[in-house]
């Protein structure tokens, strides 16, 4: 199969999750109306992260994807495991703004959103290390094997960052709040080299 129809659907579980995530914010209904929109701050921050997150990871995974040539059943399988996760991130959206609003266990729902975030973290590594790993029949001819292990560390370093933020969060969870972002931020800044490997390609 080309890679340009497992882009489609991945692109449209991206576009729902995304819309999803603010269907979870609510007009308030009681009371003064800006004292209720000062309220939502819980469900905007929570909104704000997890759509840093989920654009984050819809823009690597196209980078990723512009070097494949093909995809075979497998990638296939790895990436639904994929879009499941992401499909599934507005639910511990919600578990954590509802939390901090209704001041619950902020330690559990911060641990519960960086786990979540993880899981989706493996299944991205597992797709980019079975592509190299098959590169004669999946991937581009002419991607520079350099350019694949450094990009490799890259994605691997999000799956030890992600759960030690997780970890903190059940000590410090603003903290480890705060972590996400600055991982998030982080990683939307593209490898020195992605231009130049880009054009390559192209």
Do not use: C
């Amino acid at each position: 199969m080309k890679p340009f129809r497992i882009e489609a659907l991945s692109d449209g579980v991206f576009a729902i999750a995304i819309t999803l995530l603010v269907l979870e914010i609510h007009v308030p209904t009681d009371g003064n109306l800006v004292v209720g929109l000062i309220r939502l701050w819980p469900s905007f921050l929570a909104y704000t992260i997890s759509v840093l997150l989920i654009g984050l990871i819809w823009a690597n995974h196209h980078s990723m994807f512009v070097h494949f040539k093909k995809v075979d059943r497998h990638l296939q399988f790895l990436n639904v495991l994929l879009l499941a996760n992401i499909a599934f991130l507005p639910f511990p959206t919600s578990v954590l703004a509802q939390t901090i609003s209704n001041n619950g266990d902020i330690r559990t729902a911060t641990f519960f959103y960086g786990f979540s975030v993880f899981i989706g973290g493996i299944f991205f590594n597992l797709i980019w290390q079975y592509a190299i790993r098959q590169r004669s029949s999946l991937v581009n001819p002419g991607l520079p094997m350099d350019y694949m292990q450094k990009t490799g560390r890259r994605f691997l370093f999000g799956i030890i960052t992600y759960p030690a933020m997780a970890l903190l969060g059940l000590a410090a969870p603003y903290l480890a709040i705060v972590g996400y972002l600055v991982l998030i931020v982080y990683f939307w800044l593209p490898p020195r080299d992605e231009s130049v490997v880009l054009h390559l390609q192209l």
